[in-house]
């Protein structure tokens, strides 16, 4: 698929010096058409270096941010730069670019898409505190979005021009506030959400999650989602 669209891909990235060349190259051979930005978020590894070898525009924030820091760079870049689409793409290899045609597709009647990992598609399977998590999310979520949305963590999403201009102003950089916030505030604005079914793999570097982090992310995700309707 080519289109006449200006497509940045975004993959905030840190230390992951593991994966990272290989996610830009698989980009690269599924999409050889966009463009690849990669925000280093205060990596103390290789990973500014590996990105850029493997020809991917890199900027590099001068101490960790978190998603939301890097991705309000990145949104910033393609603001600045007349992008019509930005699409985060996670660093880990966990996210497929064989899906961006489809999220695309699914931009032609949306301004925010979301590669949902419990659609449908794939094995991609969560237990314990994450679970729980993600189903009251989505239950509160599809009444603010008004469309049902089964992954509202999900970091695989696309914006189009819209959002790119309003996330270069405001995006969130509190933990969770990159996934929840912004999908609470990008819908009581008026903007259409949808989501595509995604197949999720393994990650091909880094350290997954622990179990104890899982319970934390537990009651970090109700806070944020209290505060996101809370937040003028």
Known sequence: MTTDQRVLIIIPAMNEEESIGKVIAEVRAELPWVD??????GSTDSTA????SAGAIVT???YNLGVGGAMRLGYRYADRNDYDVAIQIDADGQHDPRYVPAMLKALETADLVIGARYAGEGDY??????RWASKVLSMVLSRVAKTKLSDTTSGFRASNRRLIARFARWYPVEYLGDTIEMLVRAARSGHVVRQIPVAMRQRQGGTA???YKATIYLFRA???LVLAFVRR
Do not use: C, F, H, K
Not at 49 to 52: E, G, I, K, P, S
């Open 36 to 41: 690849i930005l990669v925000v280093n978020d």
């Open 49 to 52: 270096a590996v990105a850029a």
């Open 60 to 62: 590099s924030l001068p």
């Open 125 to 130: 399977v969560v237990r314990g505190p994450r």
């Open 209 to 211: 999650t622990s179990p």
């Open 222 to 224: 109700m806070i944020t």
